[in-house]
Nanobody, 119 residues
Framework: QVQLVESGGGLVQTGGSLRLSCAAS????????MGWYRQAPGAQRELVAT???????NYADSVKGRFTISRDNAKNTVYLQMNILKPEDTAVYYC?????????????WGQGTQVTVSL
C-alpha cells in the first residue's frame, strides 16, 4: 500500500505564501503521476496541479502563474509552492499519487491539510 502524509498547511493573509509537502511511503514499485487537489466547504474536490514522474505539469486555470508544483523522485515527495494566495484558495488540500502496487496502478490519497487565507 501507499501512505501519503501532507504538511505545510496553515493560516495566511491574502497575498502571502505557503509551501505544501507530501511524502509517499509504503510498499510500492513506482509512482507515476502525483498531484494536489482541493475541496472547499460545500464544493466538489477539484484539481489544482499534477506532475508526472518525468516532470510534465498541469495546472488549474485559477492557479496558473501563482502556484508551482514540483517533485523529488528520490524522496517520493511532491511539493506545492503557493504564492499570491487569495481567500478563494481556502480549502482542504489533498495529495494524490498514482502508484504501482504489486503490478496494479491505482490512486492513493492523503488525509488532507487545511489552507486558510484571510482577508
Amino acid at each position: 500500500q501507499v501512505q501519503l502524509v501532507e504538511s505545510g498547511g496553515g493560516l495566511v493573509q491574502t497575498g502571502g505564501s505557503l509551501r505544501l509537502s507530501c511524502a509517499a511511503s509504503g510498499s510500492f514499485f513506482s509512482i507515476n503521476a502525483m498531484g494536489w487537489y482541493r475541496q472547499a466547504p460545500g464544493a466538489q474536490r477539484e484539481l489544482v496541479a499534477t506532475i508526472t514522474s518525468g516532470g510534465n505539469t498541469n495546472y488549474a486555470d485559477s492557479v496558473k502563474g501563482r502556484f508551482t508544483i514540483s517533485r523529488d523522485n528520490a524522496k517520493n515527495t511532491v511539493y506545492l509552492q503557493m504564492n499570491i494566495l487569495k481567500p478563494e484558495d481556502t480549502a482542504v488540500y489533498y495529495c494524490k499519487a498514482f502508484a504501482d502496487v504489486l503490478g496494479r496502478f491505482r490512486d492513493y490519497w492523503g488525509q488532507g491539510t487545511q489552507v486558510t487565507v484571510s482577508l
